[in-house]
């Protein structure tokens, strides 16, 4: 830890004279149960840890826009402190909750600014698993930590749960988590009865490029699969963007590619590529960026569900169509976010 740092946190744990408190330990599974609600608000994080609030957090920061995310969908955006910085570049702020753009940044996954987090005095903030070396660096000036961590929808929906449990509001993940099951639940029934060998194969791609994909245990798998698709990568292991090859990809032969909606790249890119000329792909013109003018539907998050519902409208058009793939989103935007988009905001191919 820099020296900085340190005097910095010397210097306003004395100021506040307030003591330590957290428990750190991995969980062996997140089960609703895990959640506690008594006199005190008891929660047990994504990491194991149980954290114990005297009353509802009124003061939160946030370091991942997945997070700020969840907490504008569940209502809870007055209760924001400090944010993720480059907020400015991502539309959904302006559209849902333009206050929130002038709150203080505390940096990001790659960059956080602790000084910044313990100087907004908050009563939580809500940090990913990647910056887990900061979680005592925090507690030591007296502020609770929730660990965040989700890679998988039922984490996504724990954290949700945790968040407005957090906030003392229970009952709105509660309408969010039913929201989630019910269209599920309706793409479950499109898709059922079909077997796995008339499945497509879907490839999709990173952000950084297309020459890496999601394996079995990422997020974007687990919404291929829910729209009725075969990751063409499910014999890869891990949890995050994976390089392959030229060679790998013409094996894998998708029918389908998909660009996640912050790619670097374009879907032009990709079919001018010479050296995936044969996969089927290629050959049909099967290749969709996810639409860019909102928020990553393709990234755990709130929105997660359309991303699923643009890939269900392309697999199997006959079954669910690109107009009511925009009802839906009109829908969903409407009412978790609070306002209405039109074909200007938002483009669906």
């Known amino acids: 830890m820099k020296k900085n ?13 307030v003591g330590s408190c957290g428990a750190q330990g991995e969980n062996e599974g997140i089960e609703e149960s895990n959640i ?13 840890n149980e954290v114990t609030f005297d009353m509802p957090a009124a003061r939160c920061v946030t370091v991942y826009y997945g997070v700020t995310y969840t907490m504008m969908a569940l209502g809870l955006q007055e ?13 959904l702020y302006k559209y849902s909750a333009p206050e929130l753009l002038s709150i203080e940044s505390v940096g990001s996954l790659r960059e956080f600014s602790p000084e910044t987090a313990i100087a907004l005095n908050p009563d939580v ?4 698993k990647r910056l887990l070396e900061y979680k005592d660096v925090l507690e030591a000036v007296g502020i609770k930590v929730i660990m965040i961590n989700m890679e998988t929808q039922s984490e996504f929906e724990y954290m949700i749960g945790l968040i407005a449990m957090v906030c003392g509001k229970p009952e709105r993940a509660d309408a969010l988590i039913s929201y989630y099951n019910a269209e599920f639940e309706k ?16 490839y999709i791609g990173a952000p950084s490029s297309y020459m890496s994909t999601s394996p079995e245990g990422m ?15 499910k014999e890869l292991e891990g949890n995050y ?15 389908i590619i998909f660009l996640p909606v912050e790619a670097g790249y374009t879907a032009e890119d990709v079919l001018n590529d010479a050296q995936l000329a044969n996969i089927k792909a290629i050959k049909n013109r099967a290749v969709y960026h996810m639409p860019i003018g909102l928020d990553a539907w393709d990234s755990p998050g709130p929105s997660s569900i359309l991303g699923l519902k643009y890939m269900l409208a392309n697999l199997y058009p006959e079954l669910y169509g690109m107009d009511e793939m925009r009802l839906d989103a ?11 988009i039109d074909d200007s905001i938002i483009e669906i191919k």
């Open 187 to 202: 793409a479950a029934v499109l898709t059922d009865g079909l077997k796995d060998d008339g499945k497509p194969i879907v």
């Open 79 to 91: 209760k924001l402190i400090g944010i993720e910085s480059n907020a400015g570049s991502r539309p």
């Open 5 to 17: 740092l340190i005097a910095f946190i010397l210097v306003f744990f004395l100021a506040l004279s």
């Open 36 to 48: 506690i609600e008594s006199a005190a608000i008891t929660v047990v994080d994504m990491l194991g």
């Open 125 to 128: 903030v809500f940090l990913n």
């Open 330 to 340: 009109e829908y969903f935007y409407d009412t978790f976010f609070g306002f209405t």
């Open 219 to 233: 997020y974007q798998a687990e919404l291929i699969a829910k729209a009725g698709g075969i990751n063409a990568a």
């Open 241 to 255: 963007w994976t390089e392959v090859s030229y060679e790998h990809i013409l094996v894998m032969d998708p029918d």
